[in-house]
């Protein structure tokens, strides 16, 4: 059933009647001369619009019902199929903008790898052999400091939220990588400590505590301290079972003193003597750590400032969707130069109290349309339950989009979408755009029961639109009965090794679902996911 509202975003796809015999059309002809017979149309012509009808009228065919679900299982599984001839993805789901630019995963890699060489190059053109211990700890100590140094404009260029960055990696993976790089980082910079005291030591022939209080009177090492100490702030508040713990703003709050940590961490640099040693490595170090610096501002400040002027994006219109789940729809002046993808999100900051000091990561639920994006979001927290209060005007500054989890992923003709919970909204999207004939793009929609179900009767109008499969996999999770498990997926899609499968969830559920993927045969290369928790 597809259901009638006022807002653009909301249009009907299409009457949902069986189709009418149609009669046969008779052949259009040019014009004739009265004065010369009639000749059939000449190469290059124009043709009629409309094709021509050789073949008698079929009676229309009933619609195909619902996968009949057993009663013994405990999860209802049901099936939405149309008897509508397939029709073509409306070219208004589609952004007309030219595709963004993407960073390929394996070109950061290589460029973050290369660039370490480079630094270890250069430590290496500086060292001097020497059998002493003082200078071997000395060594050590400079090859770690350097490393850790580079370590931290590597972390902080991850999290610019670099577009190119963002769209070819994804926000999840960038998050992961930095808090893996993180780890790294404070090890390299323990092990720089450790090695300079030992260092000096040695060298001044006095106990670690001496030379412990000797190294803090010079105030480059006593920047570096400090700069320290933040960056074991942000490390500790990282930890999962201390994040859980804090608010946001408050885990906001210290990881901006990370940005002190690396300015002070660039004063102690400077004043070492591998950088302090000549005047182009100087030069070159100091050209690097502006680069980084104007990327953070840029991307991070005048890029969401000049857009939030630009679009003057504003609540539209807020609708609720079922037991604590609500749409916002937000509207402003050319959105379309945002060239938002399906399946991508943005961060929302929305200008009213409770609200305004945190940017909340929500996907599009729905293609943009006339100037407006739709967001779908449940309560799940304090921010999340005031969203629904949202009133219309209210002022929205939106940093993106954001995420890889968009078509340019599809590798297959056929594509499966496994959705949990709340986590439809992208793949909902997706459901709508994603080019394809009948059977080769199936939705998989796992919810508790029928009311946790969202935008239920939107994914049914699509798939009958599109004569695409769709599934909900209703049931407690901690049933008898898995629906994800491999022999129930290969059930629902018989080939499904030659699907790309995009998935997105809460995290139990994602992982769980990948691991059943992989041993129903679907290779980790064509699992394409996106966990919001780390964006």
């Known amino acids: 059933m597809t259901t009638e509202a006022s807002h653009p975003l909301y249009v009907p796809l299409a009457p949902l009647a069986a189709p009418r015999a149609e009669e046969p059309r008779r ?26 009808a050789t073949r008698p009228a079929r009676p229309a065919r009933p619609a195909r019902s619902a996968r009949s679900v057993r009663p013994t299982d405990p999860v209802a599984a049901r099936s939405a199929r149309s008897a509508r001839p397939a029709r073509p993805v409306r070219p208004s789901a589609v952004p007309s903008a030219a595709p963004a630019l993407r960073l390929a995963p394996g070109r950061l890699r290589a460029g973050v790898v290369a660039g370490a060489g480079a630094v270890g190059l250069l430590w290496g053109l500086q060292a001097r052999p020497s059998a002493r211990l003082d200078v071997l700890f000395a060594s050590g100590a400079h090859l770690t400091g350097l490393l850790a140094g580079y370590g931290v404009l590597v972390l902080l260029l991850l999290m610019a939220r670099i577009p190119a960055v963002e769209h070819g990696v994804g926000a999840d993976r960038l998050a992961r990588r930095h808090a893996l790089g993180g780890r790294y980082v404070l090890g390299l910079i323990a092990a720089h400590a450790l090695l300079a005291l030992c260092g000096h030591a040695v060298h001044t022939h006095a106990d670690l505590v001496t030379a412990a209080g000797d190294l803090l009177s010079y105030g480059a090492i006593a920047a570096a301290t ?33 940005l002190l940590a690396a300015a002070l961490g660039f004063v102690h640099q400077l004043a070492g003597p591998d950088i302090a040693g000549g005047l182009l490595t100087r030069w070159l170090w ?63 900051r929305f200008l009213r109290r409770g609200l305004w000091a945190t940017a ?9 349309r006339d100037d407006t994006l739709r967001i779908t979001v449940k309560a799940l927290g304090d921010h999340t339950r005031r969203v629904r209060r949202l009133r219309p005007g209210t002022r929205v500054l939106a940093t993106g989009p954001f995420g ?14 496994l959705a949990g919970g709340v986590g439809i909204t992208p793949l909902r999207a997706l ?13 998989l929609y796992r919810a508790s029961d029928s009311s946790s179900v969202v935008l239920r009767e939107e994914l049914e109008a699509i798939a009958r639109e599109r004569r695409a499969d769709l599934h909900f996999l209703l049931g407690p999770s901690d049933g ?46 064509r699992i394409h996911s996106e966990d919001f928790d780390h964006a």
């Open 27 to 52: 052949r259009r002809r040019p014009p004739v001369p009265p004065a010369r017979p009639a000749e059939p149309a000449a190469a290059g012509s124009v043709r009629p619009a409309e094709p021509v």
């Open 226 to 258: 400090a700069g320290t100490a933040l960056l074991v702030a942000v490390g500790i508040t990282s930890a999962r079972s201390v994040r859980r713990r804090l608010r946001h703003e408050t885990w906001r709050a210290v990881h901006l003193g990370a």
């Open 286 to 348: 100091s050209l690097a750590h502006a680069v980084v610096a104007v990327l953070l501002v840029w991307y991070r400040i005048v890029v969401p400032v000049r857009a939030a002027l630009r679009h003057d994006l504003r609540v539209a219109e807020v609708r609720d969707e079922g037991p604590g789940v609500v749409s916002v729809l937000i509207r402003g002046r050319g959105v379309d130069r945002l060239r938002a993808e399906p399946g991508q999100f943005f961060r929302w």
């Open 360 to 368: 909340l990561p929500f996907s599009l639920s729905a293609p943009v």
């Open 404 to 417: 890889a989890l968009t078509a340019h992923r599809r590798t297959r003709r056929k594509v499966l979408l």
């Open 431 to 443: 459901f709508e755009t994603l080019p394809g004939g009948p059977g080769d793009v199936t939705l």
């Open 480 to 525: 008898s009965f898995d629906p994800l498990a491999p022999r129930a997926l290969r059930n629902l899609v018989p080939d499904l090794a030659a699907h790309d499968v995009y998935l997105c969830g809460p995290p139990a559920m994602a992982r769980a679902a990948t691991a059943s993927l992989r041993r129903a045969g679907v290779p980790a290369s």
